[in-house]
């Protein structure tokens, strides 16, 4: 059977001599692990459609086990990405996050789009980078059924409260009331919740021109590290070490 469609490449690693083993995430078919034949030759005509970041055509065989590659052509390939060590990192970080929260043959198309706008979107130097990668994970957790709970709180329901805890465990902010609930909740910021709501509501294309202060940033970033460890259950990014070793 022949699958005509569009994807992003996840990973790409060295399979038996000249073959590679390639992650994608299409829109036909979610995420689905293929074989492109050949693809290591020199001249394979497979080779600028399938590296990393590279968003392509492709036609794809599946066989009685295993999907190979028939045809490849890219769309766009993103090099301005691999120019810029931060940018690389953060890039590879998406990639990651996409690979842990999708399926194999099931398809996400609101996920789809959000990683080509952002693939985009971090290219461009105007833009403050950890304020986009924020947005990503939020709307990550939100269109693979991870959404934090952030209008209320998140065990009695209530609207307006001044103190606010984020519980990892219960999956949301919860009020003064319910601090019981969870020992291991951290205090959180309106401020903080308020930016975290617009994150996840706003389109990434708007979030692009939005400035936000480094210790607020950081502030979330932290809860958001440990919400997606439990969550999605993923404890190392190899593109995140990388950075820290920076
Ligand atoms: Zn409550």
Same mark, same amino acid.
């Given at each position: 059977m022949l699958i005509k469609t569009e994807g992003f490449v996840l990973k790409n690693k060295k399979y038996a001599e000249t073959d590679s083993m390639l992650t994608l995430f299409t829109r036909m078919v979610g995420k689905v692990n293929v074989i492109a034949k050949g693809a290591r030759r020199p001249k394979s005509n497979l080779l600028a459609g399938i590296q990393p970041f590279c968003y392509s055509d492709f036609v794809l065989y599946k066989g009685r086990s295993l999907y190979t590659v028939s045809q490849c052509e890219a769309k766009k390939i993103f090099y301005e990405i691999r120019e810029d060590l931060d940018c690389l990192s953060y890039g590879a970080y998406l990639l990651e996050l996409v690979e842990a929260v999708t399926n194999e043959g099931q398809t996400n198309n609101r996920l789809f789009n959000l990683l080509g706008k952002t693939l985009s979107i971090i290219t461009?130097? @105007?833009?403050?980078l950890q304020t986009i990668v924020r947005a990503f994970e939020l709307k990550l957790l939100f269109y693979s059924g991870f959404k934090p709970h952030l209008t209320s709180c998140v065990n009695c329901n209530a609207q307006q409260f001044k103190q606010i805890r984020f519980s990892v465990e219960e999956g949301g902010i919860i009020c003064p009331q319910c601090?019981?609930? @969870?020992?291991f909740a951290t205090k959180i910021s309106e401020t903080a919740v308020r930016l975290a709501n617009y994150l996840l509501n706003k389109d990434i294309i708007e979030i692009q021109k939005l400035k936000v202060n480094e210790t607020l940033n950081k502030e979330l970033k932290i809860i958001l590290k440990k919400y997606i460890m439990v969550h999605i259950n993923k404890y190392q990014f190899k593109s995140l070490e990388m950075l820290d070793k920076l």
């Open positions: 461009n130097k @105007d833009i403050e601090f019981q609930v @969870d020992p």
